[in-house]
């Protein structure tokens, strides 16, 4: 498969999570090959950086999905199709040749007469006469010594020459529009996986091992495959990455203890508990407590209201909001109840979008429910746009500044919407 340059932005596809446009990833087959990146996603302008971005979409969705994630519901398939696609392998092995800008080549060990170089004694002892000293004791004057010569033509260079080719006809066109040559030798994927799992036992060099650990999973992957014209790698569910990624970022590790729960007592028999709700993230900052929960809607790019999240997701935020607020195990060190906020955070795209805004985080309104008497903070929900370019390129790292500026934003927001941001016993107050 070769694909010019010129072309690569014509592959380039930002899907709109309507039905039948939902994947995230990279459908190819030997005539074709398209990436599919999550709604709202800004392209870049320059090849250079679409392949960048592309490299990193695959690192992400790496990361982020497991193989059970990696099902897609297509409708000219009888039934989703479970890909376990390893791209992984696929990019150490292009990386490895366009590294070492050659194929692997074992150094197969020879021997040579020499007064310098490296000794193989025992060799030296059979093969050379030594002379002898006035005490006795041998001194050879010339020395078995082991020397190298590169061996391209053995097996191991073979099969990398093999998953090299394979490797550029899958994924090399993110890197060139060329294909190395095609091996001319017979290919055997049994013998193959039984000559690597033999070096890869007895190597030591961590560069190599994970080299023969990709071929490995590479040849394998080709062994089972049933459709050899089509790979998938990606999800229809990109939701939960979502998801994942701002829990990354913004969240807690241990949130249990922020989970609601409920039993039943009985009076006769034993008690009935029901598995805790669970929010998405908890984030701390300032003593203040954030219940996020992240929304791969569509609201972000459209501007349609019926693309928000529904009432059932708003009266959740608020019980979550209520039981950490009122809950003893919460208080402050002066015994106060800790400030809490609610915020919906949803995708877009902050250089193309229909609300003339530019921030990374910004506010597009708040819901509540009619059944609470609107009094305390996290009565009020803020609707957070989150730039997901930005998102996706920085779970990484210290997150300290992002979740200061996510914070700054809720509570801006909740001002700028009618609340009341907290008084100075930090208690919940109030909003008019």
């Given at each position: 498969?070769?694909?010019?340059?010129?072309?690569?932005?014509?592959?380039?596809?930002?899907?709109?999570?309507?039905?039948?446009?939902?994947?995230?990833?990279?459908?190819?087959?030997?005539?074709?090959?398209?990436?599919?990146f999550?709604?709202?996603?800004?392209?870049?302008?320059?090849?250079?950086?679409?392949?960048?971005?592309?490299?990193?979409?695959?690192?992400?969705?790496?990361?982020?999905?497991?193989?059970?994630?990696?099902?897609?519901?297509?409708?000219?398939f009888?039934?989703?199709q479970?890909?376990d696609?390893p791209v992984?392998?696929?990019?150490?092995?292009?990386?490895?040749?366009?590294?070492?800008?050659?194929?692997?080549?074992?150094?197969?060990?020879?021997?040579?007469?020499?007064?310098?170089?490296?000794t193989?004694?025992?060799?030296?002892?059979?093969?050379?006469?030594?002379?002898?000293?006035?005490?006795?004791s041998?001194?050879?004057?010339?020395?078995?010594?082991?020397?190298?010569?590169?061996?391209?033509?053995?097996?191991?260079?073979?099969?990398?020459?093999?998953?090299?080719?394979?490797?550029?006809?899958?994924?090399?066109?993110?890197?060139?529009?060329?294909?190395?040559?095609?091996?001319?030798?017979?290919?055997d994927?049994?013998?193959?996986?039984i000559?690597?799992?033999?070096?890869?036992?007895?190597?030591?060099?961590d560069?190599?091992?994970?080299?023969?650990?990709?071929?490995?999973?590479?040849?394998?992957?080709?062994?089972?495959?049933?459709?050899?014209?089509?790979?998938?790698?990606?999800?229809?569910?990109?939701?939960?990455?979502?998801e994942?990624?701002?829990d990354?970022?913004?969240?807690?590790?241990?949130k249990?203890?922020?989970?609601?729960?409920?039993?039943?007592?009985?009076?006769?028999?034993?008690?009935?508990?029901?598995?805790?709700?669970?929010?998405?993230?908890?984030?701390?900052?300032?003593?203040?407590?954030?219940?996020?929960?992240a929304?791969y809607?569509r609201?972000?790019?459209?501007?349609?209201?019926l693309?928000?999240?529904?009432?059932?997701?708003i009266?959740?935020?608020?019980?979550?909001?209520?039981?950490?607020?009122?809950?003893?195990?919460?208080?402050?060190?002066?015994?106060?109840?800790?400030?809490?906020?609610?915020?919906?955070?949803?995708?877009?795209?902050?250089?193309d979008?229909?609300?003339?805004?530019?921030?990374?985080?910004?506010n597009?309104?708040?819901?509540?429910?009619?059944?609470?008497?609107?009094?305390y903070?996290y009565?009020?929900?803020?609707?957070?746009?989150?730039?997901?370019?930005?998102?996706?390129?920085?779970?990484?790292?210290?997150?300290?500044?992002?979740?200061?500026?996510?914070?700054?934003?809720?509570?801006?927001?909740?001002?700028?919407?009618?609340?009341?941001?907290?008084?100075?016993?930090?208690t919940?107050?109030s909003?008019?």
């Open positions: 498969m070769e694909m010019s340059a010129e072309l690569l932005k014509s592959k380039c596809h930002v899907n709109t999570n309507e039905e039948g446009d939902r994947f995230v990833g990279i459908k190819a087959d030997s005539e074709n090959a398209m990436v599919y999550p709604m709202g996603y800004q392209l870049p302008d320059t090849e250079h950086e679409r392949r960048r971005d592309i490299l990193h979409l695959i690192s992400v969705l790496s990361e982020f999905t497991a193989r059970k994630d990696r099902v897609l519901h297509m409708k000219k009888e039934a989703p479970s890909v696609f992984n392998a696929y990019m150490e092995v292009i990386n490895y040749y366009l590294e070492q800008r050659s194929y692997y080549t074992e150094k197969e060990p020879i021997y040579k007469t020499s007064d310098r170089g490296n193989d004694w025992a060799k030296t002892i059979r093969q050379q006469k030594p002379l002898l000293q006035a005490n006795n041998p001194i050879y004057l010339k020395q078995t010594v082991r020397d190298s010569t590169p061996n391209d033509r053995n097996l191991i260079t073979q099969i990398h020459k093999y998953c090299v080719y394979e490797s550029f006809q899958k994924l090399g066109w993110l890197f060139t529009p060329n294909l190395p040559p095609k091996p001319d030798f017979p290919v994927i049994k013998r193959f996986l000559e690597l799992n033999d070096k890869l036992g007895k190597t030591n060099n560069k190599d091992k994970r080299l023969f650990a990709s071929m490995i999973a590479m040849l394998k992957y080709i062994d089972e495959e049933t459709n050899k014209r089509q790979f998938y790698f990606g999800t229809d569910s990109f939701e939960y990455v979502w994942k990624l701002i990354r970022v913004f969240g807690v590790r241990n249990d203890a922020y989970f609601p729960k409920a039993t039943w007592h009985l009076k006769k028999g034993k008690t009935r508990s029901f598995e805790a709700l669970r929010p998405d993230t908890i984030m701390v900052h300032n003593n203040k407590i954030f219940v996020l929960d929304k809607y609201y972000g790019i459209t501007g349609e209201p693309h928000l999240p529904e009432g059932r997701s009266h959740k935020q608020i019980t979550y909001g209520e039981y950490i607020s009122t809950n003893d195990k919460f208080k402050n060190e002066n015994g106060n109840n800790p400030m809490v906020y609610n915020a919906f955070l949803m995708p877009y795209n902050s250089r979008n229909i609300f003339d805004l530019s921030g990374i985080f910004e597009c309104g708040e819901s509540t429910g009619e059944w609470k008497g609107q009094d903070t009565e009020h929900v803020q609707g957070i746009l989150v730039d997901i370019n930005y998102l996706m390129h920085h779970y990484t790292g210290n997150h300290l500044k992002k979740i200061m500026a996510l914070a700054e934003s809720i509570e801006n927001a909740l001002a700028e919407n009618g609340g009341h941001l907290p008084n100075e016993s930090g919940s107050v909003v008019s």
